[in-house]
C-alpha cells in the first residue's frame, strides 16, 4: 500500500444486492483526476436489469460484446490495495461489490466515504434515523460547491468519480466543520 496518495473509485451496478447482482462499469481516478481505470463489464450471470439501466443508462446490448470483470480483477485489486487512501461516494454500496470479487480495499487501509462526510457537513436532520443526518445523492453534494459536470453526468463511474473527487477536496479545504 502507499503507491498512490488518493484514489476514488465508482461503480455501476445491475442492481443493489452484492450478494446477487453485478459490476458493470468500475473507474477510477486518482487525487490529480487522472483516470486510472475505466471498464464496462458483461454481467456473467444477469441477461437484464430495467430498474438499474434507468438509472444508469447501460443496457445488457452495452456490455454484450465486453469482458467479464473477473478478466481485469487482479488489476483492479492492484490499484485499490496500492492507494493510501481509497475515497467512494457511498463507500459501503461499493466496497460490498469490491469485497464480492476480491478487490476490496486491504484491512486497515484508510477508506473516506464522501456521502458520510459531506452528510455530516451537510447537517440535514434524517427524520427516519433521529440524530443522524440524512444521506444526500452526489448530485445534491456536486451541486451544492458548485460543481460543472461539464460534459459528463451522474451515473457514469468516471464522471462520478470526477465529481467525488471534487467535492472530497471541498470538504478537505473546510474541515473540521
Known sequence: ???IKRIVLDTETT???ARKDEIL???IVDGDANVLRDGLYRPRYAREWPYAERINGISPSDVADCPLIT???E???RIVRSAEEVVIYNATFDRKFLAAIGADAAPGQKVTDTMLEFSNFYREPDSRHPGQYRWQKLSVAAEHIGYDWGEGHAHSSV???LATLAVQKWLDARKPW
Open 159 to 161: 464522471d462520478d468519480c
Open 25 to 27: 462499469t468500475l473507474s
Open 1 to 3: 500500500m502507499g503507491d
Open 71 to 73: 478478466e481485469h480483477v
Open 75 to 77: 488489476e483492479i485489486k
Open 15 to 17: 442492481g443493489v444486492d
